[in-house]
Every structure is written in structure tokens, then in C-alpha cells.
């Protein structure tokens, strides 16, 4: 079994601070996703990486894919209370096919206005 | 495109009754999976089904079954409900159903057992 564990489990911080949230694994993903949910509602992607050492940037969101495959960060700048939500990294088996990706246990982030 | 629809939003049940949760699929997409959201385990994968075939299955007991009609609406069922049960259920939808796909999710129905 895929393993994903995140860190932190829960993040409160002011507007307009910095965090970094973390996806760790023993396991070696094909690639890896982020989404956020918000309260009531499903998870939403917001990002896939692919390749080993890649990083995408999504506005003030900053994504990187671990050089191994194993692990990924997700770096938020200066972040606003539209940035509340539980943020989830799911990771992809390298078997492929029609494997579901695996879910992280989750970061619930609070931004305080 | 509508999004992914699930109903009802929000259950209440008895140990001991069964459920059945609805989820409608984005227009054109074929497969549906559906996951357990619960604090304590975090989102974890129920099964899978394409052109009502389920394809995969997750880690869960026989009292949660599934299936998919020929418009690709699915429906999960839980029998014999027991308090641990209680959990945010979570279909999403995708065209091919890879694992590498964006899966669309829905909104989610709340079900709680008292």
C-alpha cells in the first residue's frame, strides 16, 4: 500500500504570511496532484507534476515534484483567506493504467484576515 | 458542462439500515469512482466503475456495493450501517478513467448514522 503522509495536519496563519506544506512517501509516483477542497464541497485540482525536480507556479501558489518522485512541497506566498481549505497531494502509481491515485491524509490551512 | 451532481446532500440513518447514494457524472464521462472521506482516514477509494464494469475496488467490506447504469449514473449502497459509517461520500467522474486523469468530483453526500 501507498503510503502519503502530509505536513502539516493543520496550519492557522495571518494574511499575508508564507507557508509550505509538504507530501512525503517510501513510494515512487509517476506523478502527483494537488487539489483543495473547501467546506462543502469535492476536492478541486489544482496542479499535476510530472517529471522528477519540476516545479509549476499557479499564481501565488509554488508546486514541486521531488527529484526521486517520492515527495512534493506546495508553497504559498502571501496568503489570503480565499486560500482557506484542506489541501490534499494524491499520488499516481508508477504501474499506471487504471490504478487510482492515492490521497494524502491532508493539510487543513486558516488564513486569518 | 454540468459539473458532477450527487444526491441526497445530507443523510441521516440508524445502525442497522441500508443507503443508497446517487451520483450523476459529467456529460461524456465514463468512469465514476467513489471515496470515503472521513477525518481520521482521510479520502480513501471505494471502487470504480466503467461502462458499468466495476474495475477496481478498494479496501472495504462486501456491505458496500455499487453500480453504473448504461448513462453512467452510478449508485452506492450500504447495508447493515454501522456508526463508523458516518463519513463525507465522494464520487468523481473522468473520460478514461486512467489513473492520471483529472477526476472531477461532486459535492459529496453527508451521511450520518445514529
Known amino acids: 500500500t501507498q503510503l502519503l503522509e502530509q505536513s502539516p495536519q493543520f496550519l492557522s496563519i495571518q494574511e499575508g504570511e508564507n507557508l509550505t506544506v509538504y507530501c512525503n512517501s517510501s513510494?515512487?509516483?509517476?506523478?502527483l496532484q494537488w487539489y483543495r477542497q473547501e467546506p462543502g464541497e469535492g476536492p478541486v485540482l489544482l496542479v499535476t507534476?510530472?517529471?522528477?525536480?519540476e516545479v509549476k507556479k499557479l499564481k501565488r501558489l509554488t508546486f514541486q515534484f521531488g527529484d526521486a518522485r517520492k515527495d512534493s512541497s506546495l508553497h504559498i506566498t502571501a496568503a489570503q483567506p480565499g486560500d482557506t481549505g484542506l489541501y490534499l497531494c494524491a499520488g499516481a502509481p508508477e504501474s499506471g493504467g487504471y490504478q487510482k491515485v492515492t490521497f494524502g491524509t491532508g493539510t487543513k490551512l486558516q488564513v486569518i484576515p | 458542462k454540468a459539473g458532477v451532481t450527487q444526491t441526497p446532500r445530507y443523510l441521516i440513518k440508524t445502525r442497522g439500515q441500508q443507503v443508497t447514494l446517487s451520483c450523476s457524472p459529467i456529460?461524456?464521462?465514463?468512469?465514476v469512482s467513489w471515496y470515503q472521506q472521513t477525518p481520521g482516514q482521510g479520502l480513501q477509494f471505494l471502487f470504480e466503475y466503467f461502462s458499468e464494469t466495476q474495475r477496481n475496488k478498494g479496501n472495504f467490506p462486501g456491505r458496500f456495493s455499487g453500480r453504473q447504469f448504461s448513462n453512467s449514473r452510478s449508485e452506492m449502497n450500504v447495508s447493515t450501517l454501522e456508526l463508523g459509517d458516518s463519513a463525507l461520500y465522494l464520487c468523481?467522474?473522468?473520460?478514461?478513467?486512467?489513473?492520471?486523469?483529472?477526476?472531477?468530483f461532486g459535492p459529496g453526500t453527508r451521511l450520518t448514522v445514529l
Open positions: 456529460s461524456g464521462h465514463r468512469s
Open positions: 468523481a467522474s473522468t473520460n478514461t478513467g486512467f489513473g492520471t486523469d483529472t477526476q472531477y
Open positions: 513510494s515512487v509516483f509517476s506523478s
Open positions: 507534476v510530472v517529471t522528477g525536480g
